[in-house]
Every structure is written in C-alpha cells, then in structure tokens.
C-alpha cells in the first residue's frame, strides 16, 4: 500500500507565498506523474500543476507564472511552490501520484488527504 501526505497549507495574505510538500511512502518501485489538485467550496476539483518522471511540467493557466511544481525523485516527494497568491488560490490542495509498486507491472493512482489554502485580501 502507498500513503500520500501533504503538507505546508495554512492562512495567507494576498500576495503572499507557501510552498506545499507531498511525500509518498510505501511498497514503491517507481512514480510517474506526480500532480498538484484543488477544490474550492461549490467547485469541482481542478488540475494545478503536473510535472513528469524526467521533470517535464504544466500548469493550469490560472497559475502559470505564480507557482512552480518540482519533485525530488530519490525522497519520492513533489513540491509546489505558491507565489503572489490571490483570494481565488483558497481551496483544499490535493497531491495526486501515479505509483508502480512491488510485485506489480502496471502504475495507480493515489492521492493525498489534502491541505488546506486560504489567502486573505
């Protein structure tokens, strides 16, 4: 079994910055993509940012240019870094992981339980 745990979220002012870690652990041979998600009260959960096993990246256009997904392949860890936050970024942020694990040949996806962003205007 594989674990995601997110962490870093908290309460932000406008223009503000966080930086969000997510940490897989568990029976795990390799990762694929590794993703960033979000959804806010009354909204659907949305994609933020992707990036690749060999760290190829994209973004929501909503984001591009304010935050920046990075992963730490040896520490099966994916970082996003959250820059001049607005009021709209508030949400629960979700890592998302597409995980090979032991004695298996094929990859599934797990997520995280979630952390929650707010920024204040």
């Known amino acids: 079994q594989v674990q995601l745990v997110e962490s870093g979220g908290g309460l932000v002012q406008a223009g503000g910055s966080l930086r969000l870690s997510c940490v897989a652990s568990?029976?795990?041979?390799?990762?694929?993509?590794m993703m960033w998600y979000r959804q806010a009260p009354g909204n659907q959960r949305e994609l933020v940012a992707s990036?690749?096993?060999?760290?190829?990246?994209n973004y929501a256009d909503s984001v591009s240019g304010r935050f920046t997904i990075s992963r730490d392949n040896p520490k099966n860890t994916v970082y996003l870094q959250m820059n001049n936050l607005k009021p709209e970024d508030t949400a629960v942020y979700f890592c998302?992981?597409?995980?090979?694990?032991?004695?298996?040949?094929?990859?599934?996806?797990?997520w995280g339980q979630g952390t929650q962003v707010t920024v204040s205007s």
């Open positions: 568990g029976s795990i041979v390799s990762i694929n993509a």
């Open positions: 990036v690749g096993s060999s760290g190829n990246t």
């Open positions: 998302r992981a597409d995980v090979r694990e032991q004695r298996t040949v094929y990859f599934r996806t797990y």
